[in-house]
């Protein structure tokens, strides 16, 4: 059964601060790994990563793939109240039936001012 | 706003009620899900849709029926549910469910539902 954990559950951290979040997964034919933000309901997505080693940026975002660890980052500079949300990693694996995405339990960013 | 509208925002219901909810994407994708989001759990597939049929079932009690009249609109009838039953179910819609979710798998803002 392909399985997505994230970590830390959930972190509390001040304006300014850098955060590291991190997705590790077990999962039979691999092949993407995406992040999403969810801030009230609606998850938005954030990167998709494929290729191991190759960042993936945006502003102040950034996500790296290890394929090697299983495992992926999603790091947060100069961290803003507006990051405050759950954010989502979801592994897309292939199984007879097609593509599977599984989700991770997501980690909860709070950020105070 | 992601393409991707779901009514009733919020439903409480009693255990031998019966209830729908309903899901309409405006991006022209031929896939549909929706996904259980319970507290402390993962996000959970329920249902999957491509082209108006059902593809995937994930062992969902018969208590959720879900119906896809055509590849714009989405239910999930729902009848004699638990208490443990409460939670946000999440539609989304892709492109295509077979040639991989890539980064376009847009979801709605969900049906918080309270089971009395």
């Known amino acids: 059964e392909d399985k997505v954990v994230q970590s830390p559950l959930s972190l509390v951290v001040h304006e300014g601060d850098t955060v590291t979040l991190n997705c590790s997964y077990e999962v039979t034919n691999f092949r993407s790994l995406l992040w999403y933000k969810q801030e009230k309901k609606a998850p938005t997505f954030l990167f998709m990563l494929?290729?191991?080693?190759i960042e993936k940026k945006s502003g102040r975002l950034s996500s790296i793939l290890d394929k090697k660890e299983l495992s992926s980052i999603l790091n947060i500079t100069a961290t803003q109240t507006g990051d405050s949300a759950i954010y989502l990693c979801a592994v897309e694996a292939n199984n007879n039936a097609g593509n599977m995405l599984t989700f991770g339990g997501g980690t909860r960013l709070m950020v105070k001012p | 706003e992601t393409g991707v509208t779901q009514t009733p925002r919020h439903l409480v219901m009693g255990m031998t009620n019966k209830k729908s909810l309903k899901c309409e994407q405006h991006l022209g994708h031929n896939a549909m899900y929706w996904y259980k989001q319970s507290a402390k759990k993962p996000l959970e597939l329920m249902f999957v849709y491509s082209l108006e049929e059902r593809v995937e079932n994930n062992s969902v009690p018969s208590r959720f029926s879900p119906e896809c009249p055509n590849s714009s609109h989405l239910f999930l009838h729902l009848h004699t549910l638990q208490p443990e039953d409460s939670a946000l179910y999440l539609c989304?819609?892709?492109?295509?469910?077979?040639?991989?979710?890539?980064?376009?798998?847009?979801f709605g803002s969900g049906t918080q539902l309270s089971v009395l």
């Open positions: 494929t290729s191991s080693g």
């Open positions: 989304a819609s892709s492109q295509d469910r077979f040639l991989g979710f890539r980064e376009k798998l847009f």
